[in-house]
């Protein structure tokens, strides 16, 4: 039996939107953007669901705002997790990673778990931080970039991606958080049976009150990253294309490296 | 008057548009060109519930309507999968018509197997000399025993090579000119049955599902096989039409969705004189028009889907939405090969595989014709114009 809380994160593609950034600088213009759950979080859902179809036990999802989070959290429920939980306080507004790992810890306390699955950075800041910063505030363990995870008998047997196509492999005892990265499984998909299950399902809602944490610990004031602005970076110079064969193209680009000062 | 879409509605939309973006428009393009069954794309449908989508939980269906069907099929189609006639054989001609007019032992023999993928249908009532006048079928099923046997041939006949069931429409008793109607059966008939042979036909389109002649030799289909009552086929047969008809629609509208989007894409970024193309009225306008006939379509759909589920009176809705859908949706895949100039004749650029579909809505199931006499004499009260 495995307990696994995942925390989920809504946002919007801009895969392939054109991204136009707000008059006073600081947000994105998304009434036009279609949102959806974080790709990296997708795995991690897809991830504990697996563990507890194999093992038994308990997939919670959390996630933090508004409403429209909802819709993210049926689509965990609907895959197949038991339980959801959003989080939401206009104290909550304007929170950096480090704020959203205290609201999230203050909810995840209090709750029964194994280990926490988040994913190793979300698509649309990126900033790949909440699920490390979550874990240090628990006072539990964690591994980031986790592409493969075991779990036997409370001990869970996982893989690090490391830099230059380097892994690494460990033994975390639980409880512990893993920050989960793309590609470690194939998630499902939404299906019919899924959506009938869970649609009229309420999904509780708690405030900061609820969970224990005041408002000046959240939002802008309780954040460590002060967002400035937002800007587009400008075009770069036009691209140099480089012909010929492998062997005079390779020929080319180092000469071109060298005159740079690469080497 | 309520336009929002239900939590579930939702949650239904944006899986189809998960499902289909889980294959990459290059899969399609190749399937169409090798003329090759998307199978790993059906597998998905059957295993996440889609084609029992209509059918009730308790026959192991997903116990939704017409509504979710076509807003499923509608946002498919918007990503450019080609799900026309995977939903209008097995769920509307199978699922639809076991599920309304099929005796209870039919329910609970086909409607689970519907749902779970074991069993997809074709449909047969073309013949060379009957197509929009069905009435005139030849084929015939005479009485022998406790047994039909069927002997006459059908014509265009989609998917048999993948279906374990066709949906056969028969004649019982002559056709009088006198008594139109009366004599029409339909049977649910195995298509490996001893007597049963196919050809395929060659149809210009890049269809995915291929078409057959289908001849039936003393066939012979236990009386329990029958659908509905002798004699009077008609009433299940008029049944199906519309959620048929509503099937062709959504083909249509998210075929047109899918390729407006394309267009506009590419009429943004491409450049000839000094501005994007997009800037001309030449290009923007007609783009403009049918974005804003297919919205207008889209509504209708919904409207037949929906009263359709309430079990109101939905043939006019249901016949404008897929006149109009074929209609304004050809319209819109042509304006967005035009935009895409040369480009847009190329496989590659996605548009031929759909523009030749899309022109098929026009004339199957039902051709535009018919639907218009049907608006003219049941919408309008006019005299019957055939
Ligand atoms: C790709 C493809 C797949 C198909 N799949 C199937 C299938 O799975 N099962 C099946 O049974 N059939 C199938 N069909 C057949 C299709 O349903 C028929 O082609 C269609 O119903 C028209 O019938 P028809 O071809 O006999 O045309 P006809 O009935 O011969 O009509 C010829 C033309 O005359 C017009 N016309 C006829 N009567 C009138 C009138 N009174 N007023 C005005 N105009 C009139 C028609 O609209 C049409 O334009 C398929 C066809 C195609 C092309």
Redesign the pocket.
Known sequence: MVDIIVCVKRVPDTSEAEVIIKDDKRAIKDADLTFDINEWDNYAIEEAILKKEALGGKVTVIGVGGEEVNEVLRRCLAKGADEAIRLTDPAFDGSDGYAIAKILSAAIKDLQYDFVFTGAQAGDDSYGVTGQMLAEILGIPHATMVTKVDINNGTARIRRELEGGLEEVDEINKPAVFCIQTGLNEPRYVSIMGIRKVSKKEIPVKAAADIGISADEVGEVGSMVKLEEFSIPPAGELAEMIEGTPDEAAGKLAAILKEKGAF | MRFELTDEQRMIKSAAAELAQGFEEEYWIEKSRGNEYPREFYDELVKNGWIGIAIPEEYGGGGMGMLEMVLGMVEFGNQGADVGLMFV?TPVFGGLSVLKHGSEQQKEELLPKIANGDMRF?????EPD????ALKTTTTAGKRGDNYVINGK?T????IDLAQKMLVVTRTMPYDPKHKVAGITLFLVDVDSPGIDTSELD?G?S?LEK?YEVFFDDVEVPAENMLGEEHRGLIPLFDTLNPERMTGASNGVGFANFAINKAVEYAKMRQVFDVPIGSHQGIQFPLADSRAKIDAVELLLYKAAYLYDKGMPCGREANTAKYLASEFGFEAVDRAVQTMGGYGLTEEAGLMRVWKNIR?IK????????VL?YIGQHVLGMPK??
């Open positions: 054989l074709c449909f047969g009532i073309t009957a197509g929009s006048n059908k265009l006949i989609s998917g149809v389109l269809l078409q098929l004339t199957a199931p039902v051709t535009n014709q018919l006499a114009s055939y």
